[in-house]
Structure formats: C-alpha cells, structure tokens
C-alpha cells in the first residue's frame, strides 16, 4: 500500500484555510485596519506547497515566490527530464560539468552535511533510492547484491566541486545525485527571499512539512507550529513558536510501503541502504534558513537520539526535538526558548 505524503500544516495554517473558503485576495481586520492577504498552494517536488502572504503586494509576491519555486524544481528535480540535475547525473563521471549558481550552492551545502553528519546525509546515494522506488508504484525491497553494492559506499567523498570554476565531478560512477533531503528546504527560503524583496513583512509557507515563516503574525505574535503525531494522522504532539524561523519534520509516515507488516519508509541509512532505523520516527529542527533544516532533518532522524542531540547542541542556532518509536520525546537544551510543548 502506498500513501501520499502527508503534509504537516501549522496550527494556525489549519485556521486560516478554515477561514478562507478558496484561493485569492482576502481582507483580514486587523485591531487597526484592514490587511489585505493572498494565499495560493501548487504541486511542487511531488509534494503540496502553500503559502499565505499578508499586506498590499500579497498576491505579486506570493506569484512571484512560486515562479522561484518552479524555476528551482526546473533544476534539481529528479523527475523532470531534462532538469539541470539530471543533465549533471549523466555527464558528470570524470568529467568536469559546470553548474548553475543554484545548483552549486545546493550541492555544495549538502555535502557539507554530509562531512558534518559523517555520511548520515549523502546525497549521491541517488542509485539506492532508485533501487528502493518508495513513493513510487514500483517500490520494492532491493535484491541482496544490490545492497552489497551499496552499502556503505561514502561516495560524497567522491564529488569534487570547483569554488573558482563552479564546475562538479564524480570520481565514482556509482555517484548519483539526489537532493529530495534538501531541495525543499531551499526552495522555501528562495521563496522567503522572493517575499522579502517585494515588501511583505508577514507570510507562511508550508512546504510538505517544511514551515517557513517570515516576519510574525499581523497582530504581531510569532507563528504557532503544530507538529503531528507520526503515530496519528490527525493529531498534534507537540508545538513551537516561530519567528523568521522555519520549522522542518522528517518522519517515517510521510512516504512508505509495507511489506510482510514491515513498514519501509523513504529515509535512507546510507550505511545499511536500508531504511533508518535507529529509534527516531520523527525529528524536527528549528532554524533561521530551511537549507539547514531540511538537511538535518534526515540527518538526524538517521542518527539516532543521542548522537542527533549531541550534534544539534554543538551547532549555533538550531534546536531540535526528536521523537522515539516508543514515544520518549527528546529536546536540545535550548528548544524551550522556543516557546515549545508537548501536547
Ligand atoms: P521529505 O522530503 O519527505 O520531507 P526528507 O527531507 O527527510 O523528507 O528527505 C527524504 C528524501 O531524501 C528521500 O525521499 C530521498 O529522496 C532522499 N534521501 C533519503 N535518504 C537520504 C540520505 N541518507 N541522504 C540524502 N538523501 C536521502
Ligand atoms: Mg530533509
């Protein structure tokens, strides 16, 4: 059985679209005056991404930010045939191949995580996620030489990336590229930045999971963020405050299959080639940018609890809290700042 991804909507996004019977410009009163606000969702990186944007300019910006966002997913998606990603997937084995600025940042970052995660991250295990297909019509257990193959293989240390040059190469050619950990936290922050150039002071994005704010709410409260049970569909566990901050889940709920009542979910141990499954089936990390959220999301959740807490606490400005398969939540020193409970 196969289920589509599951979007976790922040608390206050489940009000207003209780609010707003459809897309389109809506007016919303504020203690002062009228606030005019736009909101809009699309189809993006196979996932629903909407967003709400307040003030004057709401409905520019907000079009504008999803241009962003299509131009991006025109870049690194897998699925889109002739995206730059793909291109470099075949090209790249020994062969210098020059990226666009996009591109190059978005690898760049995530082989960054990559070394900081020991390989938790590794985003040239593209092949593995192919062989697996979760989220797919295909999805199967890989055949054992498959994941001998595999195993282990460390291959992020086999992208070299020229900084001068802007140019990639693999020295392996089990490298293939897949950003699916990362992709969606750069393009909510590309879709921020979109927003902030043309003016807006107050919006929310949510990308499949990934929330981003910006700015706080129009009566200047920060952005209340539900976080969902991975064991229950509808309810809520725990909840932070938010703001100019985004909030990221990874969980084993959001695409899997089951086979033999074992449930197969789409986060990858590099080391195992099977999917994670050291104790966590859901970890969220706050931060200032989703790059980072997004990346150590997976990473995290891959790690387990105790190294993930470790990492996250030596690392400025990113707290996390992680939830066990036996429900124990685990929180980093500073998350209560955040305004955090468990429900
Ligand atoms: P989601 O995109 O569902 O919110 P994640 O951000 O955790 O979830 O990313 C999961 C996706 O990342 C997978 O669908 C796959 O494309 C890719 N992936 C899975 N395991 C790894 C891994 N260990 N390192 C890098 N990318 C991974
Ligand atoms: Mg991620």
Redesign the pocket.
Same mark, same amino acid.
């Given at each position: 059985m196969f289920k589509k %991804?599951l979007i976790i909507i922040t608390m206050i996004f489940v009000l207003f679209l209780g609010l707003i019977s459809c897309m389109g410009i809506n007016k919303f009163k504020n203690t002062k005056e009228e606030v005019e606000s736009y909101e809009m969702s699309e189809k993006i990186?196979g #996932?629903v991404v909407s967003g709400v944007a307040y003030g004057k300019n709401s409905k520019e910006a907000l079009e504008k930010a999803f241009k962003r966002a299509n131009y991006i997913e025109n870049i690194m998606s &897998?699925n889109i045939k002739d995206s730059e990603l793909n291109k470099v997937n075949e090209e790249a084995f020994n062969k210098d191949v020059k990226l666009s600025n996009e591109l190059y940042y978005v690898i760049d970052k995530?082989l960054y995580y990559?070394n900081l995660t020991n390989?938790?991250?590794?985003? /040239? $295990?593209?092949h &593995? +996620?192919d062989e697996w297909g $979760?989220?797919t019509d295909h999805a199967k257990i890989p055949e054992k030489d498959v994941i001998n193959k595999y195993k282990s293989l460390e291959n992020y240390k086999n992208v070299k990336l020229n900084l001068n040059t802007k140019e990639i190469k693999f020295l392996n050619e089990n490298v293939k590229l897949?950003?699916?950990? +990362?992709? %969606?936290?750069y393009i909510g922050d590309e879709m921020r930045i979109v927003l902030k150039e043309e003016g807006i002071q107050s919006a929310l994005l949510n990308?499949?999971?990934?929330v981003v704010t910006l700015g706080t709410k129009i009566n200047n409260e920060k952005w209340s963020i539900g976080i969902r049970n991975p064991k229950e569909e509808n309810e809520i566990s725990a909840s932070l405050k938010a703001s100019n901050e985004v909030v &990221? /889940?990874?969980?084993n709920y959001?695409?899997y299959f089951i086979k033999d009542g074992i449930r197969y979910h789409? $986060? $990858?141990?590099?080391k195992t080639v099977y999917p994670?499954k050291n104790g966590v089936v859901s970890?969220t990390i706050i931060t200032k940018d989703g790059i980072d959220a997004?990346?150590l999301? #997976?990473?995290t959740? +891959?790690l387990g609890s105790e190294k993930a807490k470790k990492l996250i606490e030596s690392l400025d400005g990113v707290e996390a809290f992680f939830i066990k398969d036996n429900m124990e939540v685990i929180v980093t020193k500073g998350l209560n700042n955040k305004g955090f409970r468990v429900r």
């Open positions: %991804k990186l #996932t &897998v995530a990559a390989g938790a991250l590794d985003p /040239t $295990i593209g &593995v +996620i $979760i989220g897949d950003l699916g950990a +990362i992709g %969606k936290g990308l499949g999971g990934n &990221v /889940t990874s969980g959001e695409r789409h $986060i $990858i141990d590099p994670a970890s997004d990346a999301s #997976t990473a959740y +891959i």
